[in-house]
């Protein structure tokens, strides 16, 4: 991955999580620790950036990413721990949406189909958050599947 590319990933991550997870954080932690959160995460990004840019103008090679970088500085474990961080984040960023998502199906079921979780059967299937990140989540199998084969 180029340089613009990490950029323009990181970037979208931000964008579109920050889109559809800020409101379920605000809501679900409050406005002060959100807000709080936020301003320590502001700071860490600007901090690392900062380091990130520091340290790329410092090396005589010019590193074009990020696994450059750090095979150059730290050697061939960097790699690994670069990749194990990238991976923990993207983890993060599906649950945000998985959590959204199966919030989402269980409130419409609630309000369009009057069904709740004292219901039995399929319907309470409908009426839980696992069963429809589950179903979420095997539908977006193949696609997965597919882009990485």
């Known amino acids: 991955?180029?340089?613009?590319?990490?950029?323009?990933?990181?970037?979208?991550?931000?964008?579109?999580?920050?889109?559809?997870?800020?409101?379920?954080?605000?809501?679900?932690?409050g406005l002060w620790i959100s807000l709080g959160s936020m301003l320590l995460v502001a700071i860490q990004t600007l901090n690392s950036i900062w380091i990130y840019l520091k340290a790329k103008d410092l090396i005589p090679a010019k590193p074009?990413?990020?696994y450059e970088l750090g095979y150059i500085l730290l050697g061939r474990k960097s790699i690994f721990f670069i990749s194990v961080c990238l991976t923990l984040n993207s983890c993060?960023?599906?649950m945000v949406y998985f959590i959204i998502f199966a919030n989402t199906m269980k409130s419409i079921c609630?309000?369009?189909?009057?069904?709740?979780?004292?219901?039995?059967?399929?319907?309470?299937?409908?009426?839980?958050?696992?069963?429809?990140?589950?179903?979420?989540?095997?539908?977006?199998?193949?696609v997965v599947v597919k882009k990485e084969l």
């Open 64 to 66: 074009e990413s990020l």
């Open 1 to 29: 991955m180029t340089l613009f590319g990490a950029v323009l990933t990181i970037i979208s991550t931000i964008v579109g999580g920050g889109i559809v997870g800020l409101p379920y954080a605000f809501l679900e932690l």
């Open 110 to 142: 609630e309000d369009v189909g009057g069904i709740t979780d004292q219901d039995t059967g399929f319907k309470y299937l409908l009426a839980i958050k696992q069963s429809w990140i589950v179903f979420l989540g095997l539908m977006l199998l193949p």
């Open 92 to 94: 993060g960023l599906c």
